[in-house]
């Protein structure tokens, strides 16, 4: 009997380096070096998890490449998504955002991060908000060989969504928490041949 060899994936692209990457991290500069070095990294840290949150509530609707590159600004508008000073925020500063073409004008997502700001601030006494999501963390992860096998939600993205609503926070429906934990690092949908697969550390 004649074995074959292992077909190649359709949705994996080997770079002129050798690395096998996704179709959406195989051409563009900027995010194929945020998928190489962030996307699925661990991230622990309040002021971390505060931010990725918040940029995930912003693409809705919209390109991730969009988000990515306008976080410098996004960052200078939120004092780097410090909790404490973008809680403070009131509608002199909401005015100033809206006026400011380096991030993505839309009233109700700048509200949603003063709110999720306050709501993170009030999550200290019970662990603080990194705890918190990183609960959520599922007892396995996706093993996606396609770009249609990777999940848009999950049982416990859903749940995390409604446990954030019930802390104070919006803009945190379950599609948009469970691209929060892709982010994250909280699950591994980096596609099997992927450079990346496993390299996070949280799933061996």
Known sequence: MTIEPPTAVPDL???????????????????????????GMPVTDERGVFERLSLEAFQSGLSWRTIL????AFRRAFADFDPDVVATYGEREVETLMADAGIVRNRA?????????N????????GGLSDFVWSFR????????TAADVPTRSDESL?????????????????TMYALMEALGIVDTHLVGSHRRGTSGVWV
């Open 13 to 39: 692209v080997v770079g002129p380096d050798g690395l096998a990457r996704p179709v959406w991290a195989s051409a563009d500069p900027m995010l194929r070096d945020y998928y190489d070095t962030e996307w």
């Open 119 to 126: 709501a993170t601030i009030a999550l200290r006494t019970d």
């Open 138 to 145: 599922p007892p396995e992860t996706p093993v996606p060989r």
């Open 109 to 117: 997502k700048i509200l949603a991060t003063i709110t999720n700001a």
């Open 159 to 175: 749940a995390l969504s409604k446990a954030l609503r019930k802390r104070g926070f919006a803009f945190v429906g379950p599609t």
């Open 69 to 72: 590159a306008k976080r410098p």
